[in-house]
């Protein structure tokens, strides 16, 4: 596996080895061992996620104030621009956010750690993205940022208006999120 930094510490892009012939191909989209050894990733993962989305359709960016998700994130179907934020009050990159592009095609996997905001937008017809989390999904502690927060200032690869759900619409503006201590 490549690990590859990004321009938030912790959060990493990570390609996997591709075996590939004329019948397909095989690839380890997850190792807990080598996910220690390597990125020294210690946190267990608890639950895994689905979804299908259409084009334009923009979830997030969703994280939890209490029992806080790691996530690792792929396309399966499709492709998606990935964002994660950092929400970490105490870190020197508090409030800013990359932006990575995964797909069925590049088998990319983004690791999003603790302590991050995060959303995906759909930029194939369709997409379908699985994702583990370290944590349960508990959705008393569910919050949600404005995706279109000026202070973020993400650089969203939109065609035309997002598709969101009511959740998303009434996220807060990071000057008023609870964050992480």
């Known amino acids: ?62 994280y939890q104030i209490q029992q806080p998700q790691g996530k690792l ?21 508090f409030g800013q956010w990359v932006g990575i592009h995964l797909s069925a095609d590049n088998k990319r996997q983004l690791w999003v750690p603790p302590g991050f905001a995060h959303g995906f937008l759909v930029v194939s017809d369709y997409a379908e993205v699985l994702y583990k989390t370290t944590d349960f999904y508990a959705p008393a502690h569910e919050r949600s940022l404005r995706w279109d927060d000026p202070e973020l200032a993400i650089a969203w690869p939109l065609d035309g208006e997002p598709a969101l759900s009511g959740k998303d619409k009434a996220g807060k503006f990071l000057r008023e999120a609870e964050v992480f201590a």
Request: no cysteine; proline share 2%; charged share 30%.
């Open 73 to 93: 994130v792929r396309a399966v179907v499709g492709a998606i621009f990935d964002v994660a934020v950092d929400l970490r009050k105490h870190s020197k990159r």
């Open 1 to 62: 596996m490549k690990v590859i930094p990004t321009e938030l510490a912790d959060v990493l892009i990570l390609e996997p080895q591709v075996f590939g012939d004329e019948r397909g191909f095989f690839y380890e989209s997850y190792n807990e061992r080598v996910f220690l050894e390597k990125l020294g990733i210690t946190e267990h993962f608890v639950q895994d996620n689905h979804s299908r989305s259409a084009k334009n359709v923009l979830r997030g960016l969703h």
